[in-house]
């Protein structure tokens, strides 16, 4: 009986040449695997080698620490831990801001959580008339910028007893003199950061909550349970996932917030640790501001794993099963007209008192006097102190064009790279490379802006492989932009992609399209709405954006926003509030032409899709 005789060796060359075109051609034709990868690549280069090169430069004595650091320039070292740490200087660099942190960011977290959710029940849940405006009222305090928000506080509760500040209503017509812990520190900036974030938890809440069939607690009142145990037993523990969303989107995104703390702590040296890092970046003292970069991060980090792990506990419960439900409407009875009026006055004055406060303010001749007397239009198109108008000053319009180049050059290419992302995500679903690729593309949000701006400095501050230099160049700020906005994109463009089916596209492949015809043709006019809900959200966040580019500018790249700050500083309020009703006016525009072009909330696709 004769043997099989093993293939020669040409016949098996051909073969593993022909598996390897095969494998070359299957990647060709799945775009999906390819774009993965190539984004992998630039995510990891863009989100992960910064935060490695953080980490080396706390490790490295940097340059102006020779001496102190008892070593030459570059050589390893703990001496910025050490110093963080147990150094004499610990308590005032750290363990204050630290603390000081903390407890605002869990105040405001917490204050924040319990607007969004009663608000959300009063909209979804109950009879309360007006639901409509209250709706839209409820997400204008998070469009607008929250030192914007801080600024109208001072105008209402600040007091000429603290540094340069002005009396405000309160003192110059009421006649009383608000206390300091009233006008400045962790009261106001908790309560600040509070209105400007409750948005998270009242688009999450209301989504989760009008997913709940009513017939489950129509069961349970039938069966002897009273609206409070109602409300512990079945309708906490139901939206609790959307709860678990919205304390990781307020608690990451304030955490390292700049603007609230800066105009309301600073003044009466109250630091946080965003703004204890600000203060060492500006003195030079970069190693100090690396660690403290990276322990925003930890925190932040923390936070997240921490409530993976809590919602990992849980039981799982379901709402959604393709049956018929039913709206439970909880009547208010004599309650109802009260209620409505407590919320028509706080959603008004959390939306409208702030910008109202600041055109007041910005048309001042003199600050703090609010007398009819005292209005101008000095600080808009005339020249007061050898200072122009904000409408006839060069610099602010220097200033405008480039956040308005910034802005849009940003929300593009996020918004591009966001349907792509989804994409990948989509078409990849189930596997590993989509997975991680989503998760990479939302770690940016774990970074607070402030510490995001601090790694972009010192990366790209000298060359980097071929590109040059980039501080002091408008890349700079649209690159680190472009890579902090990317959460918010990819959650839109994730989203659009998860609605085409996968059909349409194989039609046209079977037909000989090619992948670009496909994205030109199909994919792009399908994800039309989740492309302009990430152009719009992309551009309002970085045109409205402080803690970001505070760091990154410069007299060449000035923005709106560092310039509103350089004239806080400086004690000229109305400029400020000036440029600050500008800003507000060109956020509220952009999303007003969301709403008109995606005929839906910009902000629900970005609150809805967070997990």
């Not at 994800?527 to 970001?548: Q, Y």
């Amino acid at each position: 009986m004769s043997q099989p005789t093993a293939p020669s060796a040409p016949r098996a060359n051909r073969r593993r040449l022909r598996r390897a075109v095969n494998a070359v051609k299957l990647w060709i034709t799945t775009p999906h695997r390819w774009m993965g990868w190539l984004f992998l690549l630039v995510f990891g280069y863009l989100i992960l080698v910064p935060v490695g090169e953080i980490i080396l430069a706390t490790l490295r004595i940097q340059e102006g620490d020779a001496r102190r650091a008892g070593g030459a320039i570059g050589d390893w070292t703990l001496y910025y831990w050490q110093r963080t740490f147990t150094g004499d200087l610990s308590r005032r660099i750290f363990y204050e801001p630290l603390m000081n942190t903390l407890i605002v960011s869990v105040g405001y977290t917490v204050l924040a959580m319990t607007i969004g959710v009663t608000l959300a029940w009063l909209l979804v849940k109950s009879d309360i008339p007006f639901k409509k405006f209250i709706g839209f009222a409820a997400l204008i305090p998070y469009i607008v910028p929250s030192w914007t928000i801080a600024l109208a506080w001072l105008t209402m509760f600040g007091n000429d007893r603290v540094g340069i500040g002005a009396p405000g209503i309160l003192q110059s017509v009421i006649g009383i003199v608000p206390p300091d812990w009233l006008a400045y520190g962790m009261f106001p900036i908790t309560i600040v950061l509070a209105i400007n974030y409750f948005a998270f938890t009242f688009l999450l809440s209301a989504s989760a909550l009008a997913t709940i069939d009513g017939r489950l607690e129509e069961s349970a009142e039938l069966h002897g349970a009273g609206g409070r145990r109602i409300l512990r037993a079945i309708t906490l523990p139901l939206i609790l996932p959307a709860l678990g969303s919205a304390f990781i989107l307020t608690f990451a995104q304030g955490i390292g917030t700049f603007g609230a703390p800066a105009f309301l702590g600073i003044p009466v040296r109250f630091y946080m640790l965003s703004t204890q890092l600000y203060q060492s970046a500006g003195i030079g003292r970069f190693g100090d501001a690396f660690a403290l970069t990276l322990i925003l991060i930890v925190m932040a980090g923390l936070a997240i794993v921490m409530n993976s792990m809590m919602m990992g506990r849980r039981k799982q419960f379901t709402t959604m099963t393709g049956k018929g439900s039913t709206h439970r409407r909880v009547p208010l009875g004599r309650w109802r007209w009260p209620v409505t009026i407590v919320t028509l006055l706080f959603v008004s004055i959390a939306a409208f008192m702030p910008i109202t406060l600041l055109v007041w303010q910005s048309l001042q001749l003199q600050l703090g006097n609010f007398g009819i007397t005292n209005l101008t239009l000095t600080y808009w198109i005339g020249e007061i102190d050898g200072m122009r108008g904000i409408v006839a000053d060069p610099r602010v319009r220097h200033a405008a064009w480039n956040s308005l180049i910034i802005g849009l050059a940003v929300a593009t290419s996020t918004a591009l790279i966001g349907i792509l992302t989804g994409y990948v995500v989509a078409k990849g679903r189930g596997s590993r490379l989509a997975r991680v690729v989503e998760q990479v593309s939302f770690l940016p949000y774990v970074i607070p802006g402030i510490a995001f701006g601090a790694i972009y400095l010192t990366m790209f501050a000298r060359p980097v492989g071929p590109l040059p230099a980039l501080y002091g160049t408008i890349w700079i700020i649209i690159l680190a932009a472009m890579v902090n906005r990317l959460p918010f994109a990819s959650r839109t463009g994730i989203s659009a992609m998860m609605q085409i089916g996968h059909s349409l596209e194989e039609a046209a492949e079977v037909h000989g399209a090619g992948f670009f015809t496909r994205l030109k043709r199909i994919l792009l006019p399908l994800s039309k709405r989740g492309f302009l809900a990430g152009f719009i959200l992309s551009f309002v966040s970085t045109v409205k954006d402080l803690s970001l580019v505070v760091l990154l500018v410069t007299p060449q790249t000035m923005v709106l926003t560092v310039l509103t700050f350089g004239y806080v500083e400086l004690g000229r309020r109305q400029f400020a509030d000036a440029i600050g009703v500008v800003i507000v006016v060109l956020v509220l525009s952009c999303t007003w032409l969301a709403q008109w072009a995606t005929k839906t909330n910009p902000l629900e696709g970005f609150g809805g899709s967070n997990r």
